[in-house]
């Protein structure tokens, strides 16, 4: 079984940074693609980047530029540096790992972007 589990979401002003870290168990890390993903209240859940396990990267267009996905694979976390934050980034944030028809999604953070 694997877990994920998310840390550093909170309260940031408009224009502000903040990362995310997700850490996973089990040494089947390093085989499976890690992404990022947020809901809104009110809105579906959208995949916000992505990286697979060589390290490809793929972003929403309106993160682009202003976010950043990277995972350490010895440490098995996956991290999503937010920078220039806007009031719509405001959402839960989910981690996801996923390999074929394996998928497992981590508890949430909750990250607030007002002033």
């Known amino acids: 079984q694997v877990q994920l589990v998310e840390s550093g979401g909170g309260l940031v002003q408009p224009g502000g940074s903040l990362r995310l870290s997700c850490a996973a168990s089990g040494s089947i890390f390093t085989f499976y693609a890690m992404a990022w993903y947020r809901q809104a209240p009110g809105k579906q859940r959208e995949l916000v980047a992505r990286i697979t396990f060589l390290g490809r990267t793929t972003y929403a267009d309106s993160v682009k530029g202003r976010f950043t996905i990277s995972r350490d694979n010895a440490k098995s976390t996956v991290y999503l540096q937010m920078n220039s934050l806007k009031p719509e980034d405001t959402a839960v944030y989910y981690c996801?790992?996923?390999?074929?028809?394996?998928?497992?999604w981590g508890q949430g953070t909750q990250v607030t972007v007002s002033s």
């Open positions: 996801n790992a996923a390999k074929g028809s394996d998928e497992y």
